[in-house]
């Protein structure tokens, strides 16, 4: 879906044009209709974050790959998609080393093909919107999965699961 040239906000470092911010915010703040509870709905962020990946800085490569250790941790390490937040602070907690240089920019992939925001707002009942939401951020991870997924596996091991009983 082309979006129309708009001068406005957009995030300081997610690569996303006013218009598609536009979007996405209003998706995440009740400006659109509503998307019935679903377990991808709290991960609309991370695929947001990742597919919007912006171009390499600290707080870009530090903002991808933690939104990338979520997908990964659902969707390869079955966490419950209710654990998104902590897998976040888990991946950016002290661990007595500085948290700049923990990540490593990745490449992201083309989204050529992938669903993105525009497909759930276009969606039209709650319902549906659920299931294209689902289908989102697994489509998200799965473009990513192709060349990173052993990286992000990784960093995972290193960042998200030591000290877990």
């Given at each position: 879906m082309d979006l129309p040239k708009l001068d406005g906000p957009t995030h300081r470092y997610i690569g996303a044009s006013p218009a598609c911010w536009a979007m996405y915010?209003?998706?995440?703040?009740?400006?659109?209709?509503?998307?019935?509870?679903?377990?991808?709905?709290?991960?609309?962020?991370?695929?947001?974050?990742?597919?919007?990946?912006?171009?390499?800085?600290?707080?870009?490569?530090?903002?991808v790959a933690v939104h990338l250790l979520v997908l990964h941790g659902v969707f390869v390490r079955e966490a419950e998609p209710a654990r998104a937040l902590w897998i976040r602070r888990r991946a950016l907690r002290e661990t007595g080393a500085s948290r700049r240089g923990r990540f490593r920019w990745l490449a992201p992939p083309s989204f050529e093909g992938c669903l993105n925001v525009s497909h759930i707002v276009r969606t039209p009942d709650p319902e549906a919107r659920a299931d294209r939401a689902q289908d989102y951020v697994e489509q998200v991870w799965s473009f990513w999965a192709v060349d990173h997924a052993r990286t992000i596996s990784d960093l995972y091991d290193a960042f998200v699961v030591p000290d877990i009983l």
């Amino acid at each position: 879906m082309d979006l129309p040239k708009l001068d406005g906000p957009t995030h300081r470092y997610i690569g996303a044009s006013p218009a598609c911010w536009a979007m996405y915010s209003n998706l995440l703040n009740a400006g659109e209709q509503p998307i019935l509870p679903t377990p991808a709905r709290g991960m609309i962020v991370d695929a947001y974050a990742a597919q919007q990946a912006g171009v390499p800085s600290d707080q870009a490569v530090q903002s991808v790959a933690v939104h990338l250790l979520v997908l990964h941790g659902v969707f390869v390490r079955e966490a419950e998609p209710a654990r998104a937040l902590w897998i976040r602070r888990r991946a950016l907690r002290e661990t007595g080393a500085s948290r700049r240089g923990r990540f490593r920019w990745l490449a992201p992939p083309s989204f050529e093909g992938c669903l993105n925001v525009s497909h759930i707002v276009r969606t039209p009942d709650p319902e549906a919107r659920a299931d294209r939401a689902q289908d989102y951020v697994e489509q998200v991870w799965s473009f990513w999965a192709v060349d990173h997924a052993r990286t992000i596996s990784d960093l995972y091991d290193a960042f998200v699961v030591p000290d877990i009983l």
